[in-house]
């Protein structure tokens, strides 16, 4: 009679804990299972081993020639543990080894590793004096921040590393944004690095994600470029992280597990002691404080830049319409920005520009004109719509948003001869659009690109000779601490897409020229002025936590937000910033409520969390989102 092993089980993919289930083979831990769930097959990844336990317990169905490595096995336990997640929703995040590179680690180094020289052209990518003393900066530190104008050469540094890491027979992972995986980018590393690369991301189909794999598996993969999912490949041998554009908001995921991968970039590096480089033109202050930091300038002024402020809400004015003429008469081509619209409106006067800000909290309030009132989404102090400003003693407060599409027709319908395309998400849908869109406009068959957030991201648009920057009030409104990090930030993106060759004129519409003329090429000025403001209230000094609760019924989501908010008013050292209902009330039929926490140390929140959690409260640790 063959001996019964008993194994837990961490299921996929499943906010359950990890289930007992019975083997008479032995299998190794972190070894992918069959299982069945409930009725269903699921599969499962074997944890730990355990003593037969008082009740029956299932047959494990399949054995596959898959591994989690112990690091992915700590690294899963480690976002469950800080992101409130199950083991199996963590463990789903990662790819498993598969086999033949479990075995073959040490034998397959040597495989592949000429595909560069053969593919790629090799050039020696030639850094200047400033370059070289930011990389042998960056070398000396196990995880540092370069933080480097636009234009100023960020890519060839991280370049150069990667060549100097694929020397000494590693590889690297590459983080960008998704929205910064360009076609541009992609030629870049394959002109260079030639088959060394594999570029991972959504949008690749299952047979190039396959042919992808393999490359990972087999070795020849020696960059992995990507997305937030490419931190979970199996990659053997790493040597070396980068996260460029640190500071881009893609990098937190919106659903559990709610992790942000820049962060778990930094825990990665600790776990396989590993060098880890965060890249921005606009770092964010909370990298800004905590890291050691390398600057390098330059670039991003080197063409001629002329800004001009209009004192004018969001709106397509007589002067935007007549710069626009003008850069047509010309024959050039430019480029204009709104931000991503928001769900939320914003209280703002039409003669002066005020704004209204939580008097507790200093972020901005938003319009709810079921109770005509102004409300903070953070601590939910509310006060009722005023009649006038509180400035000026103007009767014209108003609460207007524009959006793409509108503006597209309303610029075809000014000017009926140009080409005038959308350029946003709604649009450009798949790689391909992408890719289409961006050549048509660098060939010229586009004179006008109206977009989002899309625009500002790593495209180099060499025609454009006119930036026009709408919304930017509305974005330094919202109801978010790093609201002012967020308006500066975009600003300069878009200013640094236009003109890289010639001069460029950028036309800035806001109230706030005050704000934006002094930082505008001073962004680490800004961000001491931004500590003062953050202390004692927001990170980097503070940890922030957000609770969701949401039902169909919204009395049972009500009651399980009372119940945990009156729990965790035993823990002294956590603060309840506010609580009651979300800035957005209901999302897919769903009543939503909150908590907002806020700790010196995310330890105590953690500690206080997992004594009061009840079953429909959703965690959002370091959150970004305040809707």
Not at 9 to 38: D, M
Not at 98 to 127: D, F, P, R, W, Y
Not at 166 to 189: G, V, Y
Not at 552 to 571: H, V, Y
Request: proline share 3%; charged share 25%; aromatic share 10%.
């Amino acid at each position: 009679m063959k001996t019964l092993h008993y194994y837990n089980i961490a299921l996929l993919g499943s906010p359950l804990e990890p289930f007992t289930y019975q083997s008479h083979k032995t299998i190794e831990i972190g070894t992918k299972v069959k299982i069945n769930v409930r009725n269903r097959d699921g599969f499962g990844v074997v944890i730990s081993t355990c003593k037969k336990p008082e009740f029956e317990t299932n047959e494990i169905l399949e054995v596959y020639d898959s591994l989690y490595s112990d690091k992915q096995l700590l690294l899963a336990q480690f976002i469950s543990s800080y992101y409130f997640c199950s083991l199996g929703e963590a463990l789903g995040l990662m790819s498993p080894y598969v086999g033949t590179n479990l075995q073959a680690e040490h034998e397959n180094e040597s495989v592949g590793m000429h595909s560069q020289a053969e593919h790629g052209n090799e050039k020696k990518i030639n850094l200047s004096d400033k370059q070289k003393e930011a990389l042998s900066f960056l070398k000396k530190h196990k995880a540092s921040l370069l933080f480097g104008d636009t234009g100023s050469g960020k890519t060839e540094i991280y370049m150069y590393y990667f060549s100097e890491m694929i020397e000494q027979k590693k590889r690297s992972i590459f983080l960008m944004p998704e929205i910064s995986l360009t076609p541009q980018m992609n030629q870049r590393l394959h002109n260079h690095f030639g088959d060394a690369v594999v570029m991972w991301h959504s949008k690749l189909t299952p047979k190039q994600k396959k042919e992808a794999l393999e490359k990972i598996y087999d070795g020849r993969a020696k960059i992995i470029a990507g997305p937030r999912s490419a931190l979970f490949l199996p990659i053997k041998e790493l040597g070396l992280i980068v996260v460029d554009e640190e500071h881009d908001e893609s990098y937190k995921s919106s659903s559990r597990p709610r992790y942000n991968a820049r962060d778990i970039a930094i825990y990665m590096g600790k776990l396989h002691g590993i060098n880890v480089v965060l890249g921005s033109a606009t770092p964010s202050l909370t990298t800004y404080v905590k890291f050691p930091r390398v600057r390098l300038k330059g670039g991003y002024f080197a063409s001629k830049k002329e800004f001009v402020y209009e004192r004018s809400l969001e709106k397509l004015s007589p002067m935007i319409l007549g710069s626009l003429k003008e850069v047509l008469e010309a024959k050039e081509q430019a480029i204009l920005f709104l931000p991503t619209r928001a769900n939320f409106k914003y209280l703002i006067c039409a003669d002066c520009g005020h704004t209204y800000k939580c008097l507790f909290c200093s972020v901005g309030m938003s319009i709810h004109q079921k109770t005509r009132s102004l409300n903070c989404h953070y601590c939910n102090f509310a006060q009722a719509i005023p009649q006038v400003c509180s400035e000026c003693n103007s009767p014209n407060l108003i609460s207007s948003r524009l959006g793409t599409a509108e503006v597209v027709k309303d610029i075809r319908s000014e000017f009926e001869e140009a080409v005038v395309e959308q350029f946003d998400r709604d649009v450009i849908t798949t790689a391909n659009k992408l890719k289409r869109a961006l050549k048509s406009f660098n060939d010229k068959e586009i004179d006008i690109l109206v977009g989002t957030q899309m625009i500002s991201k790593g495209h180099d648009y060499h025609g454009v000779s006119l930036a026009v920057v709408m919304g930017l009030d509305n974005m330094l409104n919202m109801s978010d601490y790093r609201a002012r990090e967020k308006a500066l930030s975009t600003l300069i993106q878009v200013a640094g897409r236009s003109g890289r060759k010639d001069s460029a004129k950028v036309l800035v519409q806001t109230f706030n020229q005050d704000f934006f003329s002094v930082y505008i090429d001073k962004y680490e000025d800004f961000l001491e002025y931004e500590k003062e403001y953050r202390k004692e209230l927001y990170p980097p000094y503070k940890k922030l936590c957000r609770i969701l609760f949401s039902h169909k019924n919204g009395i049972k989501a009500s009651e399980a937000m009372q119940q945990m908010q009156e729990s965790l008013r035993a823990f002294s050292n956590v603060e309840i910033v506010g609580f009651g209902k979300c800035g957005i009330e209901r999302v897919a039929d769903k009543y939503r409520f909150e908590i907002l926490l806020r700790s010196d140390k995310s330890t105590d929140i953690i500690k206080a969390i997992s004594a009061c959690k009840n079953a429909l409260a959703e965690v959002d640790m370091d959150p970004i989102e305040f809707g």
